[in-house]
């Protein structure tokens, strides 16, 4: 039986790679084969993850990017277009939190760097991947959004991170739909908490040993527990899956109110 979720052969952008779950995901698609390209604005980061992989066996390169700068996004997708042959799958994992504040607490700058970050730089790095797609007359494209289970139940204190992750879901649902025509997938991994520098705030503060019983599984994630659904939307694994927002939280939306 061939295995669908074999990546060898394919080139993967992450965006936020530099740490957290776009560090550990770059690890994962390479030891299934991929030649993975890792991208962020901390280059010291990228280059020693880099050096990593390629020591474990892996196909990795880094480039500086800030999701937030067109000209920066243009060099980063055309890094891969240029130097790698394509760009197979690109990760939309840049991601960014204001603190633990309301929408009565924001300024107008938290509002535009979560924005910026979240939403308005997945939408142009997807757009500008889909142009090179189609100028390369690559046969096929795939793009993964990195949501959030906020997208649909939030906590006081999320603004605007939840109001990003929101539309970030609908984007990956409104793209599939716009993209199909590309040959263009589009999908959204929905995790939940998982300790990282997103998360932190509220993962290492008192109300976390009380936060965590509303989660059926009683824990919260793992890197290691995203391995799986990355693989499978990566991969041809997922070859009929488009706009579908994958939850990967256990079970904590499904909690009672
Ligand atoms: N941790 C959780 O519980 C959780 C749950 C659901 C979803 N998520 C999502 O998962 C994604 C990754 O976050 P994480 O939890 O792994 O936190 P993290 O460790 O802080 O990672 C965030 C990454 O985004 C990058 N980034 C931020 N601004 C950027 C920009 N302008 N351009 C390029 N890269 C930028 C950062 O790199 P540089 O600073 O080097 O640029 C960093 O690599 C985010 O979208 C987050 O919302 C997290």
């Given at each position: 039986m061939p295995d669908v979720f074999d990546l060898a052969g394919k080139v993967i952008g992450i965006t936020?790679?530099?740490?957290?779950f776009g560090h550990h995901f770059a690890g994962v698609l390479a030891a299934a084969g991929a030649t993975v390209l890792l991208g962020a604005r901390r280059e010291e980061k990228l280059s020693a993850r880099v050096t990593e992989i390629i020591g474990q066996g892996g196909r990795a390169h880094a480039h500086a990017l800030d999701v937030t700068d067109k000209s920066s996004i243009r060099q980063f997708v055309d890094y891969a277009f240029d130097s790698?042959?394509?760009?197979?799958v690109l990760i939309n994992n840049a991601g960014v939190e204001a603190g633990a504040k309301t929408y009565a607490m924001i300024e107008e700058d938290d509002w535009d760097y979560v924005m910026d970050t979240n939403l308005k730089g997945a939408w142009m790095v997807s757009k500008y991947y889909t142009e090179k797609v189609q100028e390369n007359k690559q046969a096929a494209g795939n793009i993964i959004m990195i949501s959030s289970?906020?997208?649909t139940r939030t906590i006081k204190g999320q603004f605007p991170y939840a109001v990003s992750k929101g539309g970030l879901s609908r984007m990956t649902e409104v793209m599939a739909l716009e993209a199909a025509r590309y040959n263009i997938r589009v999908n959204a991994l929905a995790p939940g908490y998982v300790l990282t520098d997103v998360s932190r705030i509220l993962l290492e503060s008192e109300a976390a040993p009380e936060f965590v019983k509303g989660i059926p599984m009683r824990r919260f994630g793992e890197f290691e527990d995203l391995d799986g659904p990355i693989l499978l939307l990566a991969s041809?694994?997922?070859?009929?899956?488009?706009g579908s927002v994958l939850t990967v939280d256990g079970g904590h939306i499904c909690s009672s109110l």
């Open positions: 936020g790679a530099s740490s957290g790698l042959g394509g760009l197979d289970i906020t997208d041809d694994a997922s070859r009929y899956m488009t």
